[in-house]
Nanobody, 119 residues
Framework: VQLVESGGGLVQAGGSLRLSCAASGSTFSINAMGWYRQAPGNQRVMVAVITSDGGSTAYGDSVEGRFTISRDNAKNTIDLQMNSLKPEDTAVYYC?????????????WGRGTRVTVSS
């Protein structure tokens, strides 16, 4: 499974951005997908995750109520709508897909898209 993110950029605090992630390859085997972010000097942390059918989501505490993850299995994409952005949201955002099952279960990462929020 290959993942490609898009939609990052520079935005002022209080603004919005929408990130997209397109999956290709063995997309039929994808389970949960999600967004993670890594700020300079920090570890990569979970932002939002969504189940295979899109029926359940979870968010990091710092983005709850501001970000929304969605999934379109027909297009093999997930999006992250980010509203009320804060300077502390500045990071490289990575798309992740969990795929396969049992002993063949693996995780795939995109190359990331940079989001910069100016104050």
């Amino acid at each position: 499974v290959q993942l490609v993110e898009s939609g990052g950029g520079l935005v002022q605090a209080g603004g919005s951005l929408r990130l997209s992630c397109a999956a290709s390859g063995s997309t039929f085997s994808i389970n949960a997908m999600g967004w993670y972010r890594q700020a300079p000097g920090n570890q990569r942390v979970m932002v939002a995750v969504i189940t295979s059918d899109g029926g359940s989501t979870a968010y990091g505490d710092s983005v709850e109520g501001r970000f929304t993850i969605s999934r379109d299995n027909a297009k093999n994409t997930i999006d992250l709508q980010m509203n009320s952005l804060k300077p502390e949201d500045t990071a490289v955002y990575y798309c992740n897909a969990d795929y396969g099952s049992g002993e063949t279960r693996k995780s795939s990462w995109g190359r990331g898209t940079r989001v910069t929020v100016s104050s």
